[in-house]
């Protein structure tokens, strides 16, 4: 891959900030770092939470679970990206001991044929569907998924697992103590066979509201990357103190004045009313940036915000550097996520995307390069 003009900088000193926070809910922790950590980048994710002594972990794919051993994580590893495991999968999984999600019957045969005949033992994480409907076996199901393990001792159900769709919301709250009822009724069926199977239902939403039980392992994903899922609703706030940890910066590689009534780039989007100082930062939609963001975003240059003006094109977007009190030059950097000054943030962004911080972490996460 060609190095991208723009640089991502993960800082984390604020991961570990924000996992420490989450601590405070005295809850165990299984930290979602599926999807590259959502673009924050997973091996190196893997080893902070090795350095923290955390002893669960979310991967998505089972290859994502296995490049999270392989960084050195000695804790459970969850793949919750699993598909109907084939024979490769599970070896695999028996390789590097991880933790393949298992949500339907079809799966659950697979791994059984591929491990009949064989000694080996593979700790799975069950899902139950409670609402999502997206992974995960029904309610009623459960007395037969319960009894076929119980029938094939070499298939160990871990932990049980479900994912709520509308804990960040408090209009929502039923649906969600809903979840939690489908969640327990499917647990006491499990216990009866496996007592020692650990639960885990809560997300960062759930985590923050607390709506699960005292023993539950919790899944954060979003808040340790220091965005807040309960952002606009009455509930926001409900993690305090959680810390960015993504800051993406790009170069001015062009810097001139525009004069009154001259228009810029594509579909001339822009015209000057008044004499303007402009700049153009190597970054575009290519790099996840995306083309269409609402008026009123900005980048940050020299700590001050500046706002983006005419259309964002592939690789290159113009802010408007006329207010600031020192004229950047060629070769100045703009940020366009964090760094100092009135920094922007991820969910900025996400407003001006009309989408949520936790696509723009992932898209703008691609431009990596350490
Ligand atoms: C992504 C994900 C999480 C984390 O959700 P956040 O809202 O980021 O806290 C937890 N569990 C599952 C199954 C997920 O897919």
């Known amino acids: 891959m060609i190095e991208p003009s723009c640089r991502v900088h993960v800082n984390w000193e604020h991961f570990r900030h924000n996992i420490g926070i989450l601590m405070q809910k005295e809850h165990e922790l299984m930290p979602v770092i599926k999807a590259d950590a959502y673009g924050h980048g997973v091996a190196k994710a893997a080893m902070e939470l090795e350095r923290l002594g955390i002893r669960w972990a979310a991967a998505g794919t089972l290859r994502e679970a296995a490049l999270v051993r392989e960084s050195g994580f000695t804790g459970h590893i969850v793949a919750l990206l699993s598909r109907v495991p084939g024979r490769d999968d599970v070896a695999l999984a028996l390789e590097k001991n991880l933790v393949p999600l298992i949500h339907n019957k079809e799966g659950l045969h697979s791994v059984q044929e591929a491990l009949d005949g064989s000694s080996n033992t593979l700790d799975i994480a069950v899902k139950v569907d409670t609402g999502m409907a997206r992974l995960g076996f029904p309610l009623s199901d459960m007395e037969k998924v319960a009894a076929f393990l119980a029938e094939h001792t070499n298939i160990r159900p871990l932990v049980q697992v479900s994912h709520f769709s509308v804990a960040d919301e408090p209009d929502e709250d ?125 980048m940050c240059v020299n700590g001050t915000r500046v706002p983006v003006i005419g259309r964002v094109a592939m690789q290159m977007t113009c802010v408007d550097l006329t207010d600031l009190p020192v004229p950047p030059v060629p070769g100045d950097i703009a940020y366009v996520l964090g760094g100092p000054g009135n920094a922007v943030t991820a969910q900025d962004i996400a407003t001006w995307w009309d989408t949520i911080p936790y696509e723009v972490t992932c898209l703008l996460g691609k431009n990596k390069t350490e």
């Open 174 to 298: 039923a649906y969600t103590a809903m979840q939690c009822d489908i969640f327990y009724r499917a647990a006491d069926i499990m216990h009866r066979y496996f007592p020692d199977m650990r639960c885990s239902l809560g997300n960062t939403a759930g985590l923050a509201v607390q709506v699960t039980k005292k023993d539950d392992i919790c899944r954060p994903g979003l808040a340790l990357y220091g965005y807040d899922p309960m952002f606009g609703t009455s509930r926001e706030g409900a993690c305090k103190g959680l810390l960015p940890v993504m800051e993406v910066s790009a170069p001015i590689i062009s810097v001139h004045p525009l004069h009154k009534g001259e228009s810029l780039g594509y579909g001339r989007a822009y015209k000057a009313a008044s004499e303007r100082l402009v700049g153009w930062v190597a970054i575009g939609y290519a790099d996840g940036y995306r083309r269409n963001p609402a008026p009123g975003t900005c």
